[in-house]
């Protein structure tokens, strides 16, 4: 049984940073692409980053760019979101999310993924 299990959110004030951890169990790492999604209150689920197998590709949506770092370390089954520069707008609970590369086409499509964490709340005050 695959089992994602986020940490690392929290409540923290405008500039800040904050580092998420997805640790991963029940699934070889190496097979496996991954990716970090937020849903805002009253919004819809929307993608914040992926990350090839092997870590050597990586993709960021728009609004994250430049501030946030997504990384990896297979031999601990864990994958990491470095968040800096935190913006109120970046409140919400974060998602990570993987699947079996080869079965992942569109990595911006939170459909594509098979397997979810529960979520870890990020709070950035004004």
Known sequence: ??????????LVQAGDSLRLSCTV???TLSMYDMGWFR????????????IS???????????????FTVSRDN??????LQMNSLKAEDTAVY???????????DYRNAMEYDDW??????TVSS
């Not at 049984?1 to 929290?10: A, H, I, N, P």
């Not at 849903?39 to 992926?50: N, W, Y």
């Not at 964490?117 to 990020?122: A, D, L």
């Open 25 to 27: 169990s029940g699934r």
């Open 53 to 67: 197998r092997s870590g050597s590709n990586t993709y960021y949506a728009d609004s994250v760019k430049g501030r």
């Open 75 to 80: 031999a601990k089954n864990t994958m990491y």
């Open 117 to 122: 964490g529960q979520g870890t709340q990020v």
């Open 95 to 105: 998602y990570c999310a993987g699947g079996i590369w080869y079965m992942i086409s």
């Open 39 to 50: 849903q805002a209150p009253g919004k819809e689920r929307e993608f914040v980053s992926h």
């Open 1 to 10: 049984q695959v089992q994602l299990v986020e940490s690392g959110g929290g």
